[in-house]
């Protein structure tokens, strides 16, 4: 139990360009989505948290109008990099938790998506 | 949150038990521990998670003394697959929506 899937594992784009990565929690409800993103060598920074059916809070540093989040059911959430450029390439995770307050609700990670900005 | 502190790194080898320890001086009330494991280009996987004292599953233990100022992961008999980078991370489920801030982690590397 407690699968995440993301979509897809890896995309090459063109700068400038607008790309929408898709993380979907297989078999549990997920009241909660975390986005990651990682550089080489580095540990997993995060993004911003998202609950179903409201505005995602971005931590701080991230730009809410580049990284667009949308969680509009229990079991997807999707994350656009809106003009993509290379600095934006990284390796990006998304992570899900079921139902929240319960004290011991574990962060399920997705297997990542690969973004390349050329 | 509560800042974690764990070794850059570890080497060990193959069949030896390894203990890797966190720091987590200024944990909470309701805080949990949470302990995951980290390959090259895949996303963290559970490994473990306690709140005190002693918890054991299929692949790991974990053991946090009554002041839950640190807890320590133990990987009995380890293997060449169980090289990876394992994190630690303390967060409050109830009030930070459990939010988790990842550390540097701890680089593990078991030998033949």
Known sequence: GAVVSQHPSWVICKSGTSVKIECRSLDFQATTMFWYRQFPKQSLMLMATSNEGSKATYEQGVEKDKFLINHASLTLSTLTVTSAHPEDSSFYICSASGAGGRGTDTQYFGPGTRLTVL | ?112
Not at chain 2, 22 to 38: E, L, M, P, R, V
Not at chain 2, 46 to 68: C, H, M
Request: aromatic share 12%; proline share 5%; net charge neutral.
């Open chain 2, 1 to 112: 949150l509560a800042k974690t502190t764990q070794p850059i790194s570890m080497d060990s080898y193959e069949g030896q038990e390894v203990n890797i320890t966190c720091s987590h001086n200024n944990i909470a009330t309701n805080d949990y521990i949470t302990w995951y494991q980290q390959f090259p280009s895949q996303g963290p996987r559970f490994i473990i998670q306690g709140y005190k004292t002693k918890v054991t599953n299929e692949v790991a233990s974990l053991f946090i003394p009554a002041d839950r100022k640190s807890s320590t992961l133990s990987l009995p008999r380890v293997s060449l697959s169980d090289t990876a980078v394992y994190y630690c991370l303390v967060g409050d489920f109830y009030n930070q929506g459990g939010k988790l801030i990842f550390g540097q982690g701890t680089e593990l590397s078991v030998k033949p």
